[in-house]
């Protein structure tokens, strides 16, 4: 076995309900913390969602200060406004509630509200230098598994993005509650779980830093979010299956922090930054075809990730593969959400430029199992298209 090293959040709490107590989970916690700053966005606020949460807050004696404006994809300015108003408030304790975006601004004021670092200082690869302050995350989305990673993203320019990646960034506590999913629009549900799966399937397969308990994750999630991924589509008040999403999405959110992910997420992020598509679904508009393109060199572990979604599958490693990627391309296509490019706005003139972007994101291909070049970019944005 090749030595590795496995990191996560040292504790979670799972527990429906867990909003309408907060206060005194997080007083648990922190004993003499007074300042809270809550990162969310606007409609979680106005929506009332967080109004049993903030009056426990209140009986718990927490000072709490509330910045809802993060918006998906936030661009740097947002992580900055957010940065001064936090800085005003004296906050103690961050924590991030909403989707990935939330949890993603919430871990970069609590790393830049006590250092001398500029944002621009932390992009890349464990660039932050010091500590930062107590942290804690609540996922409104079964997806992005921000929760549990060491990794934001930040809108850097038109069409680009940049990611923060460091051990500073693992929180202090994740909380797990499926009552803050309910009610979770179909389309969002479908695009953040197969986001999910996406993280799954490549930290199993990841060609750098593949260990056993990433495997052990990613195997348990992908079993998971496949099982009620429909499900939860179907009912939106299904809490058995919220539930199960919620710890499919963070297992694979530990699974992928400690093997990483690769092509699909790099061919994902043109989608993205280009025609502002949500995450969850750029990589559900190419996972399909950077499987195929993968199978020749990742038929063996594909193999085995079939005997937890179709494991009446039979036949060779090849085979399998094969009926692998017709599941999936199945529950894609059974949730509703787009499944070419052209439906949600690209032409066929961008597909050039979208493979030679793509080619930037050299953190991500990387770990894909087989080489990807521009033109094999292209040929998979052909195929998606």
């Known amino acids: 076995m090749n030595p590795f090293r496995f990191q996560t959040v040292p504790t979670l709490v799972v527990e429906t309900g867990a909003a309408r107590r907060l206060g005194t989970i ?12 809550i990162v969310t966005d606007s409609f979680l606020h106005k929506s009332g969602l967080l109004n049993p949460a903030l009056e426990d807050l209140a009986g718990h004696e927490w000072d709490v200060t509330v910045i809802d404006d993060v918006v998906a994809d936030p661009p740097e300015h947002i992580v900055l406004e957010a940065a001064t108003r936090a800085r005003k408030a004296n906050a103690e304790v961050v924590l991030g509630l909403g989707g990935g975006s ?18 621009q200082e932390m992009y890349g690869i464990k660039k932050i230098s010091g500590q930062r302050l107590p ?3 609540m996922p409104t989305t079964a997806g992005t598994g921000s929760e549990v990673t060491a990794i934001s993203i930040v809108t850097t320019g038109e069409t680009t993005k940049m990611g923060v990646v460091a051990p500073q960034l693992f929180a202090d506590l994740a909380i797990l509650d499926a009552d803050l999913t309910l009610g979770l629009p179909s389309a969002a549900t479908a695009a953040t779980g197969i986001d999910a799966m996406v993280h799954s399937i490549e930290a199993y397969t ?32 299904d809490r058995k299956a919220r539930e199960a999403m919620l710890v499919g999405a963070m297992f ?61 599958a039979t036949g060779s490693d090849e085979a399998k593969t094969v009926s692998l990627i017709n ?46 070049n521009e033109s094999d970019a292209f040929a998979i944005y052909s195929a998606a298209f």
């Open 26 to 37: 997080l007083r648990e916690h922190f004993p003499t913390e007074k300042r809270l700053c």
């Open 102 to 119: 939330s949890m993603d601004v919430a871990k970069l004021l609590a790393v830049l509200l006590p250092g001398t670092q500029s944002l």
């Open 135 to 137: 942290l804690v995350q």
């Open 206 to 237: 990841s060609a750098h830093l593949k260990n056993p308990i990433s495997d052990m994750l990613a195997v348990k999630a992908l079993e998971l979010l496949s099982k009620n991924l429909l499900l939860a589509c179907e009912n939106g008040n």
């Open 252 to 312: 694979a959110g530990q699974s992928f922090s400690n093997s990483p992910v690769a092509a699909v997420h790099a061919l994902a992020y043109p989608i993205g930054g280009i025609f502002h598509v949500p995450h969850g679904l750029s990589n559900a508009l190419v996972l399909p075809h950077v499987l195929r393109f993968n199978a020749p060199i990742a038929a063996g572990l594909y193999a085995e990730l079939a005997a937890v979604i179709v494991p009446d």
């Open 327 to 372: 599941k999936i391309d199945e529950m894609i296509t059974a949730t509703g959400i787009p499944r070419t490019l052209r439906e949600v706005g690209v032409q066929k003139s961008d597909l050039e430029r979208m493979a030679s972007d793509a080619m930037l994101q050299t953190r991500l291909l990387m770990n894909n199992p087989r080489p990807v």
